[in-house]
């Protein structure tokens, strides 16, 4: 008995050592001090189901925050006389949306049903609040988008396209901050512990990649003379986006941890180089179009890599009872023995040890 | 019809969803201290509403074929051999010194240690296909193999051998001997929780709150979006994928609209499934726990029959003999949509945030 006890002991130090090894800071500060992830569970299946969305969901997280980015960097443009910095806004949010719908539909079990979404509009489901966002954005964006044709158009119907142009462009600005916030309280609305938890950050994390994926459009699209706002924009949008980052992967205590594992771990790291490259870039490459062009390509792909960096670290989450087991314990435990369910021997995390019962 | 306990806390599900003169919330109280695992509920629950099969696995989970609950499976019976007292699994981490225990219910039962570990720790990080997404997630880390007393990826253990009949699982190691042992059982469902996460996030209104305060989907509006599934804090709904619609257990709507009971509870053999008025349920559960309690099964308690808990409390509520984590339960749910309005208020904070930053951006000079 001492053997397999020893060894099964070893094997479970082992794999705390791992846990603290990955997770860079804990809630309680001292990493000796946190204790073991300990925990039972049901034949080790996870607890949670996680989200059962494919690879079209983090896509769209990036093109809607695309679409959202680039319809500001538009309007500013627009409200500015910088009209390659309009076009190129417009032109990609207007690309952005389509993808965005295709993803959202695509991604549904009954893609024909899609219509349904409009049947309500319900303030607990950030999915109909996103949908109802998403319309709203698109009808704007879309105007906008299709009155960049106007010079293809006679000079009748251009002087009746132009002006909707830029009322469906400052109408998807207004509501461009929603949607790319709102996909981070979908997100967050869950019960998927590493997209629960970093609810507070979460949506300045996409809020800031929603920025710097849009203001790299505009670095790649707009020539030297137009780029200072989208210069500015880059640099405030990757700095948010890193330190929102920063708290969502660092501060939750071990609901951060899976932030730093497997696949999402690799893709959070990405995200991190590319957007804080991009970002360098942009501040210093105010000369030269190549370096402009290829920050703005970092700052798109760092942002791409922070969504699905955040969506396999939230599946990864739900995959493991742990991260859902662990933090209610040391809720109930937090919250008192008067409300902890009755403790008894047989509750002690694993089962006691001891000499054999007399009569067994 | 909102009230200030629509997201939280104790409520009255079917009023505060509309209902006038609704009828008494129903439900269940599973009592699992008197489950024999006959999964007649199971079989029951398919019958009557027509779920199709989850994949004939074999998962080596003690007598668990079926896994967890899925679309596929609207009840679903779970297996746990537990080790009475002293075994393998404790190792150094667990608090020594505490006397043996053998529940008193248990005394003197023929009993040993989990006769699957090592099965269970290799099946459980399989994915049966139940014909459903996400379906039966693969366990990351099985604590079963920190049950067993070798190695699962020792080949050199004796006990592999399967040739001579004995009195033994196939599989199980001998490298333990037998000791105090009990087996729980317990049919687990869908909650039907009070504030369901489910129900609050679903975009098309095709999950819905009935007049007896159940949670339903209607399969003809269901889109197919998913999110109810990560929503749920019990992992009880799940997607079907030939279909591509959420699935789970109605509570009977079909049957108890009509008086009759949920087929589950009219094929339990020995009463572990109970339905009727959640009041009534609420009554008999406490006192079956205090009697338990005399009895010397002190380890019994309730669990999802607090109104005051997470999700307001469960419409089908259980008595468990271990934690609710051993039987694959969360052991504090709380509804996600609890947080909505912070949510809504940081994302709002951002929003704001966002448009002054771009704002900022090209006033800052109009060079």
Known sequence: MSTSASSSSDRRRSSRRRDGAATSSRRRGDRSMVPPADFRSYYGRPIVKPAPWHHDIPAYLFTGGLAAGSSLLAAGGSATGRPALRRAGRVTALGAVAASGYFLINDLGRPERFINMLRVAKPTSPMSMGTWIFSAFAAGAGVAGVAEAAPLLPSSLRHLVTPLGTAGGYGAAIVAPALATYTAVLLADTATPSWHEPYPDLPFLFAGSALASGAAVGLIAAPPAETAPARRLAVAGAALELAAGHRVENAYGLVSEPFHQGRAGKLMKAARLLTAAGGVGALLGRRSRTVSALSGLALLAGSIATRFGVFEAGLASARDPKYTVVPQRERLAARGPADAPKQTPADAPTPPAGPLAPGA | ?367
């Open chain 2, 1 to 367: 019809m909102a009230g200030p306990n629509s997201f939280y806390g104790p409520l009255d599900p079917a009023p505060d969803a509309g209902y006038v003169d609704a009828p008494p919330r129903m439900g269940f109280f599973t009592d699992t201290s008197v489950c024999i695992g006959c999964k007649a509920c199971e079989v029951a629950c398919k019958e009557w509403n027509a779920v199709p099969d989850d994949g004939f696995n074999l998962l080596g989970q003690s007598y668990d074929n079926t896994g967890g609950l899925t679309a596929n499976s609207w009840r679903h019976v779970a297996f746990i051999e537990q080790p009475g007292s002293s075994s393998g699994g404790c190792g150094g981490g667990c608090s020594s010194g505490q006397a043996t225990t053998t529940p008193g219910a248990f005394a003197g039962l023929p009993s040993g240690p989990s006769a699957s570990a090592h099965s269970a720790a290799v099946a459980s990080q399989t994915v049966p296909d139940t014909g459903t997404a996400p379906g039966i997630g693969p366990a990351f880390d099985a604590l079963a193999a920190a049950a067993t007393t070798s190695s699962i990826l020792d080949k050199s253990g004796s006990s592999q051998f399967l040739g001579m009949p004995g009195s033994d699982l196939p599989g199980r190691t001998l490298d333990a001997p037998r000791e105090d042992f009990r087996w729980l059982m317990m049919s687990n469902v869908c909650k039907h929780c009070t504030h369901a996460g489910c129900l609050d996030v679903c975009p098309t209104g095709a999950l819905f709150r009935t007049e007896f305060g159940t949670v339903v989907v209607q399969s003809d509006i269901c889109n197919g979006c998913g999110y109810c599934v990560p929503a749920c804090p019990y992992g009880v709904i799940d997607r079907r994928e030939d279909d591509g619609r959420a699935w789970k257990c109605t509570l009977c709507y079909d049957r108890i609209g009509d008086g009759l009971t949920p087929a589950c509870a009219k094929a339990c053999p020995t009463e572990s499934i109970q339905y009727g008025e959640l009041d009534e349920l609420r009554e008999r559960a406490a006192a079956r726990v205090a009697a338990l309690h005399e009895q010397g099964v002190s380890e019994a308690r309730l669990y999802g029959n607090e109104p005051d808990d997470g999700v307001g409390g469960d419409g089908a509520f259980f008595l468990l003999l271990d934690e609710p984590e051993v039987y694959g339960l969360p052991p504090d749910p709380v509804v996600t949509t609890r947080d909505l309005p912070a949510m809504y208020k940081r994302a709002g904070l951002a929003a704001l945030a966002m448009a002054a930053t771009a704002v900022v951006s090209f006033l800052g000079s109009r060079s």
